[in-house]
């Protein structure tokens, strides 16, 4: 089944305590983002990656690092989170920008 | 930064009722693709708009990519219950970087849509 997977689906963690949320997918997929969704801000972009090796600073990438060291995983590195980072985040990936992006279900942060 | 301002934020309409979407730019894109999300899951494509001027219908949806691909409408003919749920524009765009291309998808605000039976 063609699935994009994070883990871990909720996560509750303390101010600074380094954290990654892992994303994968097995749709061979060259375009890959992450998303935090928060109330009334939509979904917004920390960082995106066109292929291997490559990526770029979507809208809010501070506090955020992200790897792409093979295809098929996308890791999201908060060094030292903060509770302005709580938040529900999203992994997608899309054959390319302009076709679908596929979803995971979501990782569900909270940092106190 | 690439905008995209979703309207209106909430819509609360009976069952039977039409409502429009709209999603607004300043910015040109190649493709405009909505979404529609439910509570706990990601957000799962509806339909991916590509020409100026195209008009795609899915059964009592409609969309609508603007001329100048800054803008687009969605548009339910006689909603139902189960059209609840929330309503996603995204906008993708792209752009060349030492010769490399690269492409942000923008998404909009979200409507959150209700409909009563």
């Known amino acids: 089944e063609a699935q994009v997977t994070q883990n871990p689906r909720y996560l509750i963690t303390v101010t600074g305590k380094k954290l990654t949320v892992t994303c994968s997918q097995n749709m061979n997929h060259e375009y890959m983002s992450w998303y935090r969704q928060d109330p009334g801000l939509g979904l917004r972009q920390i960082y995106y990656s066109m292929n291997v090796e490559v990526t770029d600073k979507g809208d809010v990438p501070e506090g955020y690092k992200v790897s792409r060291k093979e295809k098929r995983n996308f890791p999201l590195i908060l060094e030292s989170p903060s509770p302005n980072q709580t938040s529900l985040y999203f992994c997608?990936?899309?054959?390319?920008?302009?076709?679908?992006?596929?979803f995971g279900q979501g990782t569900r942060l909270t940092v106190v | 930064t690439q905008l995209l301002e979703q309207s209106p934020q909430f819509l609360s309409i009976q069952e039977g009722e039409n409502l429009t979407v709209y999603c607004n730019s300043s910015s040109v894109f190649s493709s405009l693709q909505w979404y529609r999300q439910e509570p706990g899951e990601g957000p799962v494509l509806l339909v991916t708009?590509?020409?100026?001027?195209e008009v795609k219908k899915l059964k009592r949806l409609t969309f609508q990519f603007g001329d100048a691909r800054k803008d687009s409408s969605l548009h339910i003919t006689a909603a139902q219950p189960g059209d609840t749920g929330l309503y996603l524009c995204a906008g993708a765009y792209v752009y060349k970087a030492g010769g490399t291309s690269y492409g942000k998808l923008t998404f909009g605000q979200g409507t959150i849509l209700t409909v009563h039976p």
């Open positions: 708009v590509v020409t100026g001027g």
């Open positions: 997608a990936s899309a054959r390319d920008r302009n076709t679908e992006a596929f």
